[in-house]
């Protein structure tokens, strides 16, 4: 049971597309995140959650929106997509917000042509 | 504007020859350094929390340990098994989120 899943684990599409990445928690935490990563950067945070319907942004968060209606899932959200958003996008979960003990799920692939 | 800077980028390492990984940091104010593994093509496992310098934790061969400025994670007599990339991250008292590192990517040959 991995307690955090991440649907589609791998993507492609097309420039101008809309796409929507789905993670699902099943223990009930608080606190959830979506980072992109790619060569030669560290993790880069999008924008995170700390509710139902409360969300906030991260250092990368142009271009992406998020949504949290119920506490296992958070989605995030590329309303056109660009070449540039062609990344490894990980959702992460944590108990509090002053806990940096994160759980991460498997990854989603995204590969914007 | 928190920093993390690991070094070496990549470091490759015969089985049972130990070595340490760096991480340099600056940050305004430091609520915790945070140490994860991360296999290729999964996501990245939390390994360790530092939160004063002087601090050591220590897991089966590995061993972080902080100071002012830096944090280093020590390998002791490492097995192929251990072969990861390791990322260092750090939070500040400004700002909740953490600030990752880029990572070293560890390659133990048998």
């Known amino acids: 049971d991995a307690g955090i899943t991440q649907s589609p684990r791998h993507k492609v599409t097309e420039t101008g597309t809309p796409v929507t990445l789905r993670c699902h928690q099943t223990?009930?935490?608080?606190?959830m995140y979506w980072y992109r990563q790619d060569p030669g950067h560290g993790l880069r945070l999008i924008h995170y959650?700390?509710?139902?319907?409360?969300?906030d942004k991260g250092e990368v968060s142009d271009g992406y929106s998020v949504s949290r209606s119920k506490t296992e899932d958070f989605l995030l959200t590329l309303e056109s997509a660009t070449s540039s958003q062609t990344s490894v996008y990980f959702c992460?979960?944590?108990?509090?917000?002053?806990?940096?003990?994160?759980?991460f799920g498997e990854g989603s692939r995204l590969t914007v042509l | 504007e928190d920093q993390v800077t690991q070094s070496p980028e990549a470091l490759r390492l015969q089985e049972g020859e130990s070595s340490s990984l760096n991480c340099s940091y600056t940050?305004?104010?430091?609520?915790?350094l945070f140490w994860y593994r991360q296999d290729p093509g999964k996501g990245p496992e939390f390994l360790f929390t530092?939160?004063?310098a002087g601090e050591e934790k220590e897991k089966e061969r590995l061993k972080a340990t902080l100071t002012k400025k830096e944090s280093f994670l020590h390998i002791t007599a490492p097995k192929p098994e251990d072969s990861a990339t390791y990322l260092c991250?750090?939070?500040?008292?400004?700002?909740?989120?953490?600030?990752f590192g880029k990572g070293t990517m560890l390659l133990v040959s048998p």
């Open positions: 940050v305004s104010g430091l609520r915790g």
């Open positions: 959650s700390y509710g139902v319907k409360d969300t």
């Open positions: 223990e009930n935490h608080r606190y």
């Open positions: 530092l939160y004063s």
């Open positions: 991250a750090v939070q500040g008292l400004r700002y909740s989120t953490l600030t």
């Open positions: 992460a979960m944590s108990t509090s917000g002053s806990t940096g003990e994160l759980f």
